[in-house]
């Protein structure tokens, strides 16, 4: 069981809360880490690259010139991949990318992952709640007063993040925006700082605390 200290809107101590989720072992967290986060990626690519073999490529019926006599080298198509504008020789086809993991495993490098960014990791009260209309500039201020430099990527995690709250965010480069339901192992492990609403924490505590 961990413990974070809550802060309010202006950066101040309001109070502490826990954090307790099993994680994997030792000898096996970073293996497992890497897994979730390889399969991440791996399901990120679309896979459509596709290119036209000399059986595809359009035209070719005929020879391109006589066997003998020219004084060049013998072509029997203009599909061959010798030439240009011919077909491609092993080249990409649309296919999947997808690879297999448990969901025990996949939960439980979830839970590893964001146990072990706990240093990095700042409970925010009321994350937003006094934002009227989206002001990038609040959002920098606030990043300031929570000790995290301007150019640090950082991940801010919310239960249900307000229209107002995004586009105060999104002209920020190195800040991700995403909802607790969002939540993937390569963001977590990826970002210099994580910010976490307090009922985002509760909700991830209740959903991800009981394998």
């Known amino acids: 069981m961990a413990t974070c200290v809550v802060r309010d ?61 020219t004084g060049r080298a013998r072509q029997g198509s203009i599909r061959t991949p010798l030439r240009p504008g011919g077909g491609i020789i092993f080249g990409p086809k649309p296919r999947t990318y997808n690879l297999s993991m448990n969901r025990k495993e996949r939960r439980l490098a979830l ?6 960014r706990l240093k990095d990791l700042i409970v925010l009260k009321d994350f937003g709640k006094s934002l009227k209309t989206p002001k990038t500039r609040e959002i920098v ?21 307000s229209e107002t709250i995004r586009r105060s965010v999104r002209n920020l480069e190195k800040v991700k925006l995403i909802s607790a339901d969002q939540l993937n192992v390569f963001d977590l492990l990826h970002a210099n700082s994580l910010i976490v609403g307090e009922d985002a924490l509760v909700t991830i505590q209740e959903v991800y605390g009981n394998d």
């Open 9 to 69: 809107w202006q950066g101040k101590e309001t109070g502490e809360t826990t954090l307790d989720l099993k994680v994997a072992k030792e000898s096996s967290s970073n293996d497992l880490m890497h897994r979730a986060v390889l399969r991440q990626q791996a399901h990120s690519r679309q896979g459509t690259a596709s290119t036209l073999t000399r059986s595809e490529v359009r035209g070719g019926g005929r020879k391109p010139y006589k066997q003998k006599g």
């Open 141 to 161: 201020d606030l990043l300031g007063r929570l000790g995290i430099a301007s150019d640090a990527k950082t991940l801010i995690i919310l239960l249900k993040p």
């Open 111 to 116: 839970r590893t992952a964001l146990m072990s």
